[in-house]
């Protein structure tokens, strides 16, 4: 599957964002999701996670209450709703799928990811 992220950009303090990932190649419904983020000089972290259904959803910490994940499997594509975002929501954001059954958060354990997109929130 081929997977491609878009809808980051510049936003201040306490806006909003929502991105996307479409998938193509392969039906998107095979595949637990999740979005990942890294930023400068930091690990890749786990954001959200999705399961096939779209029934299961897991949050960091950080985001709890602000992010939603969510899915359109006709449309083959999954959604990062950012709300009330901050300065250290700062990062390239990635989506990625994988085959197995479970919703990991470790990136190795996703095989497939698309290119990123920049997310820059300004204070």
């Known amino acids: 599957v081929q997977l491609q992220a878009s809808g980051g950009g510049l936003v201040q303090a306490g806006g909003s964002l929502r991105l996307s990932c479409a998938a193509s190649?392969?039906?998107?419904?095979?595949?637990?999701m999740g979005w990942f983020r890294q930023a400068p000089g930091k690990e890749r972290e786990s954001v959200a996670r999705?399961?096939?259904?779209?029934?299961?959803?897991f949050y960091a910490d950080s985001v709890k209450g602000r992010f939603t994940i969510s899915r359109d499997n006709p449309k083959n594509t999954v959604y990062l709703q950012m709300n009330s975002l901050k300065p250290e929501d700062t990062a390239v954001y990635y989506c990625?799928?994988?085959?197995?059954?479970?919703?990991?958060?470790?990136?190795?354990?996703?095989?497939?990811w698309g290119q990123g997109t920049q997310v820059t929130v300004s204070s």
């Open positions: 990625a799928a994988s085959l197995g059954a479970a919703i990991p958060s470790s990136p190795s354990a996703y095989r497939y």
């Open positions: 999705i399961s096939r259904s779209g029934g299961t959803t």
């Open positions: 190649g392969r039906t998107l419904s095979n595949y637990q």
